[in-house]
């Protein structure tokens, strides 16, 4: 059974940074693609960032590029999102999403159950 | 970057109604579409990938059409499970793109 397990959430102070993890489990993780998306409170989906199975192809939406991390280890089948320079329009839940095999592109047909990350003072 | 538009933004149905939402694309995405369906408090769920490829487990009442840049989700009878907020993602490109969200809502 595919499980996804999304950690790292809390509260932090604009400029703060966190690392988000997502322990992936009951499928051959380096061969898939990953996702992270995110929901602000009463909001719509977006797609924050995505990585290969490798890990060498990442990509990031225009909103957290330049901000935030993506990475994985393969060999701890765990997902990664590190987060800095934080602003109070990056609360949401966070959700980590499997993606396709073999490819940096697709859908995503599991889901973490999300982390909440509240920016404030 | 690829823009969704989703309508309605709000349905108002019945049980047993025939329903049908529309995602428009700003550009051509080809059949690289996807849905799902969000309940309260939940993460969204898979419904159908590739414009009108059903996900497994997903019930026949659902489906999917399109290509290019407008596409639809139907439901063909209304069942009370149904009732909850749908997104349409597009996938053509390598950064993806969710429409704004429909929320079904009961009559």
């Known amino acids: 059974e595919v499980q996804l397990l999304d950690s790292g959430g809390g509260l932090v102070q604009p400029g703060g940074s966190l690392r988000l993890s997502c322990a992936a489990s009951g499928f051959s993780f380096k061969s898939y693609a990953m996702s992270w998306v995110r929901q602000a409170p009463g909001k719509g989906l977006e797609w924050v960032s995505g990585l290969s199975g490798s890990g060498v192809s990442t990509y990031y939406a225009d909103s957290v590029e330049g901000r935030f991390i993506i990475s994985r280890d393969n060999s701890k089948n765990t997902l990664s999102l590190y987060m800095s320079s934080l602003r109070a329009e990056d609360t949401a839940i966070y959700y980590c999403a499997k993606g396709l095999v073999g490819a940096t592109r697709g859908y995503f047909d599991y889901w973490g159950q999300g982390t909440l990350v509240t920016v404030s003072s | 970057d690829i823009q969704m538009t989703q309508s309605p933004s709000t349905l108002s149905a019945s049980v047993g109604d025939r329903v049908t939402i529309t995602c428009r694309a700003s550009q051509s995405i080809n059949s690289w579409l996807a849905w799902y369906q969000q309940k309260p408090g939940k993460a969204p769920k898979l419904l159908i990938y590739k414009t009108s490829s059903l996900e497994s487990g997903v019930p026949s009442r659902f489906s999917g059409s399109g290509s290019g840049t407008e596409f639809t989700l139907t439901i063909s009878s209304l069942q009370p499970d149904d009732f909850a907020t749908y997104y349409c993602?597009?996938?053509?490109?390598?950064?993806?793109?969710f429409g704004q969200g429909t929320t079904l809502e009961i009559k």
């Open positions: 993602q597009q996938y053509s490109s390598d950064l993806y793109t």
